[in-house]
């Protein structure tokens, strides 16, 4: 390959071919001749590059279109539409506005034309699968998916609605928005996205450029989804297909980047992004996400005012709870967003209505589903401060309800209220002494608190035992909004009375227990065990082993316990001590930290008990805690709601399905009274309503209930995918239930969840073919609960038999066997869904093994355990059940037996199943075979 | 391309990058039988996703990045191109075409980019920066505006070039008259 001059002349060469390309074609001959002297003889070389082709075609090179290999024109027909007009092109392939050439509605789409190289061999059938549940989203801030399909010459398209919109970002630049009017706009992002985590359905790449917004202000999210629609599906490039298609590196969030699983905390993020974008004009990572640390909007704000219209008020807006707000959605630790986009936007209507924002608290976890709140037995905070301004006296009032063994000391009492109130009432005075640039009138009542609490540390230096009791109420007002600030305050008061008072002082003790407490309502397990384990020798010697103390200490480290596996009989022996303790006492209802603990070790039997399934035993608790609690605590219709809920789920783990119904729906009625339908307790119940109806097999009205529901959060995904998994629609569940599994190692709270989620997931990857992974899953599920769970409950017989079915499943058949024996030999007899599911899996096995003799000795004991369960079940056990039987009639020559028990199975497979799933194609592929033999 | 230059100029993120361009550029190929379109922004920007990570590239900035990406897509490209080559006298014929070649109206035989990869060799000594330009634009895919912002020039002096560098590359890739 020749230069086209030699390097000795390049320089000169170079020059001039600047100059020549500067001409039109026609000039060049001209500028040529006019060339003298030493440039003369560079004219050859010169005119071999600029004489080879003209400029035009040259020009050619800069072409921007996208590939040309297809070349569409306006008038053709793609499937039902005609195209009219091309309105964009990318590295995928072109959108053209089109509209239905047939008879269908006059309307015109968005016509999405990727190129089908791109898409690999087998996207006719994931357009199939992912089609109908994309087309389903139907939501006006989503542009809607109408149809996938392809051409008769195979071109694919995606029929979108088309969006006459702008990007949100050049949207508010034009309309130069003010800052509510930017919030209200991602609210109405938020809002789609909701709609569609709900459904399990990830963006994946929220970017501005595909969040639209029309002349009429609605905001139109694009691109549902369909990087899923579009990217590669085979197991072999399971990084790619997890990452999807490329996606834009500056709103991916740092799991996408190192390959972890697409979650909707990946969409949060991409959110978080925009909504820093749209404050301040900017992105939050300069350099992408290659820098470290983020500058928050607060700082940029100076540089990017001008964006926004109230400038004004810029600094301090952003300052603070928007900043949080933002803060937590681009935590690069996925659990510590926002759950859910529900959540998300909750938060941002706080921020506008002025309101204390969840973000707020560092570290901020979820609850469980636990509504009991343990240590607010009556203390308003208005009551509070108004005893505090009210007088001395009120001062003992207070000390009695926070630590049992200060009362004694009255006299001191009086003279150190005064000085508390006096303090208080400081705080809200003007002309104050200490600065600040702020007058009190305009401050936040959290910014007087704040102000308070840094006060407090020097106004009472030396009156130390004043100062703990300031603390003490300081630490509760912080608690109704913010738990994480009072543990700190109450960690401090701690350290003040052991200064004071020694380690073995009975109150600082109580002062022990009440932080512990606290601990582990924060679920900071960790400290608690470790403080536990300090003070224990303490309480022992201080208190003895048949105080209130004592019993106190025990439920407590039950309760930091519970999330280690192997810890069920110190748990039962702990509970049953304190149980004993707190009966055998005259409580009254001053002694609320005994109170407290007495209630929470009630309600943490029930939970064992449940756990062991010994479900009549659980109930009997669960009454009793509703006494105890009844005698103690004013009558609180939330705390109510929240007994109605374990009664509830207790009564469904019972397998009292219609039972249960009717209590979600009582308890639907009056939390949509009491907390509204967007509170935890209504969706809740709700979400557990659908899932009865799944397991009753009427999908339809599983699918409904589940439309209707709000939630994205943890529990709602957990139950959803369920659900699915129970549909046989397991490959769709896979992601959730991977994102709940990671969260529930991170968030440890109950031991046993884990393995249940392990368990689904387990059958979930099954369903999705990924055979790997679940003999994985599934075999360290049925170990966990082998190792961990109670023996011969319905949950560890369960994952044994899940594990066996698997086997069976892969052809080894030995193998299932013995772990289906083992099984039935578990449950002794007992009639109940898994044992008759072990006997059927059984009976496939002896089949497979040639041992029709057994295979018919254990179907039809399938049979009749089924009968005999007065549980209800998942109906869809008994159509594994009936199958396993007509298989083995078949294998002995029973056709018309066979025949009809099949016919069975198939239309109830037809009915409660999703459709292409593995049961009811079992059922139909038995059918085949019964007719085609006679 | 010699492995000391490279290594001298891009040290350690060479040794991250080109595996996993390499890996990817051979997955997609591996799916989409012969006659394969490598999307090659997508490539790299998928690369790029996977190896961020990396500590060495916490120090380079995103248009010191394309740069590094597109030399080892360029690399990358002709590996594949020689090794079909080398298949294809065991009989299976499989061609590899680039989408920028089509987006360019550059003829697409099968071993135009062995060829453009020889000329920008030439031309790297006296037009360092067209051959930037041309690997950037040819074997890395990107836009306009990225590979200017990446060469620190204006749009209006990258389109100049391109001028430029087109010209050359046909004059060079021409059959020789005579």
Known sequence: MALPCPPEDWPRFSALLDQGLGLKHAELETWFAELDGDDAHLVPFLAGVLLGADNAETAAFLRQSALASEDFVPGDRIGPYALVARIGAGGMGEVWRARRADDGPKREVALKLPHAAFLGPAYKRRFARERDVLAALSHPNIAQLYEAGASIEGHPFLALELVEGVPITSYCQAQASSLAQRIALLRQVLAGLSYAHQRLIVHRDIKPGNVLVTPEGRVKLLDFGIAKLLGPADDEDALLTQMGRAATPAYAPPEQLSGGAITVAADIYAAGVLLFELCTGARPFVAGPLAEGAPLASSRADAKAACIKDTRDLPRQLRGDLDSIIACTLSPDPPARYLSATAFDDDLERWQRGLPVRARRIGWRTRTQKFVRRNRLGVALAGVLALSLAGGTAGIAWQAHRAEGEARRAEAQAARATAIKDFMIALFEAGDPHGGAKHPDEMTARELLDRGADRAEKAFARDVPAKIELFATLGQIYDTFDSDRALKVWSRRLELARQLHGDDDPAVLHDSLDLVESLAQSIDYQAARTELDRIRPKIILRFGTDSLEWARWLTERTDAIRNLHGMRDEIDRNLAAAIKIFASHQLDKTQTGSVSAYVSSLYLLEIQQADAEQFEAALKTLREMRTTMARFIPDDPLERLDYLYTLATLTERQGKLDAADSLYDSIERQSEHLVGRLSQVYQSALLHRALLAGLRGDRDRAQALFGTTKTGGGLARRIYAAYLVAIGRGADAVAPLQAALAATRQQAQDEDIERRIEATLGEALAQDGKNAEARNMLRTARDAFLRWGVPGTAATLGAEERWANFLLDQGEAAAAAAEFRAVLAQSQGAPSAPAARAAAGLALAALASGDMRSADASSADALRRLQATTQEYDVRVRIDVWLARAEALRALGRAAEARDIARRAASAADAEDAAGTAQPARAHALLARLAASP | ?178
């Not at chain 2, 290594?7 to 051979?26: C, H, T, V």
């Not at chain 2, 014929?93 to 135009?112: F, H, M, R, W």
């Open chain 2, 1 to 178: 391309m010699q492995d000391d230059a490279r290594d001298a100029e891009f040290g350690s993120i060479w040794k991250e990058l080109y595996p996993e361009l390499k890996q990817l550029a051979r997955a997609r190929l591996r799916r989409s039988g012969p006659n394969t379109l490598l999307e090659t922004a997508g490539l790299v920007n998928e690369a790029y996703l996977r190896v961020s990570g990396a500590a060495a590239l916490r120090a380079v900035s995103p248009e010191k990045f394309l740069a590094y990406a597109a030399r080892a897509m360029r690399s990358v490209v002709i590996d594949m191109v020689r090794e079909r080559q080398a298949l294809r006298r065991g009989g299976d014929l499989q061609s590899v075409t680039l989408d920028t070649a089509i987006i360019d109206g550059v003829p697409a035989a099968e071993d135009t980019p062995l060829r453009i990869d020889e000329a920008l060799q030439e031309l790297a000594a006296l037009e360092p920066r067209l051959a930037r330009l041309v690997e950037m634009r040819y074997f890395g895919g990107f836009a306009e505006a990225e590979i200017a912002a990446s060469l620190g020039v204006t749009d209006r002096t990258l389109r100049r070039d391109w001028l430029k560098a087109s010209a050359l590359l046909r004059a060079m890739l021409q059959p020789q008259a005579g």
